[in-house]
């Protein structure tokens, strides 16, 4: 079992138009992929999370989602970053698309999605991130027990679960920081086992 990042798609890597659908409307955030870059260096598996629900309300399908995601790898790997896993919810109870107009524990907040990821991954979900822009995002995290990092102009209002940066590129900042301060004192705990043996 290992921490990981659950990173959030729209708003979060790529530019939120809207329902995006379509490669065409992909545009990456400033600093998003070099900081899933930094991820990979640091050995930490990232995971996209992502509501759907365009697929629901019959603006795209499941294959334009896949496509979505198929060209964002390659935008991301002309960065030398990389997506160990993308996860998505088409689902959604006011959908009009009958196999997908249902509610699901995979849409955020739900923790379906986070299960999965740790399930793929091997992560313990308690010592991973979840980043997002919104508070679905904050609320899948809640529930799975992750620490949150929500990016954007604002704070959520009445939020005393997640840390607030302004991107995904401070967000990578604070989580390694965090990860190389764990790992310090885990070095000073394993050198201070010997010292209280021989006592």
């Not at 900081?35 to 759907?52: C, E, K, M």
Request: hydrophobic share 45%; charged share 25%; glycine share 10%.
């Amino acid at each position: 079992m290992r921490a990981g990042a659950l990173l959030d798609r729209d708003g979060t890597i790529i530019v939120d138009h809207g329902y995006v659908g379509s490669v065409e409307r992909v545009e990456l955030i400033p600093g998003a992929a070099q900081a899933i870059a930094r991820l990979n260096r640091a050995g930490l598996p990232v995971a996209v999370v992502t509501n759907q629900a365009g697929v629901a309300r019959g603006y795209y399908g499941i294959d334009d989602v896949e496509a979505v995601h198929r060209y964002l790898e390659q935008r991301l790997a002309e960065h030398e970053a990389h997506v160990d896993l993308f996860l998505y919810c088409p689902y959604h109870p006011e959908g009009t698309v009958a196999p997908f107009s249902r509610a699901s524990d995979d849409r955020k907040p739900g923790p379906g999605m986070a299960r999965a990821a740790a399930l793929a991954l091997g992560l313990d979900l308690e010592s991973s991130w979840v980043v997002g822009d919104s508070a679905a995002d904050i609320g899948m995290a809640r529930a799975v027990g992750a620490q949150a990092i929500h990016v954007g102009d604002e704070p959520l209002a009445d939020d005393g679960y997640s840390a607030h940066l302004p991107d995904l590129a401070a967000a990578a900042s604070f989580i390694l920081e965090r990860l190389a301060i764990l790992e310090r004192l885990a070095i000073l705990e394993r050198l201070a086992i010997p010292e209280r043996a021989a006592r």
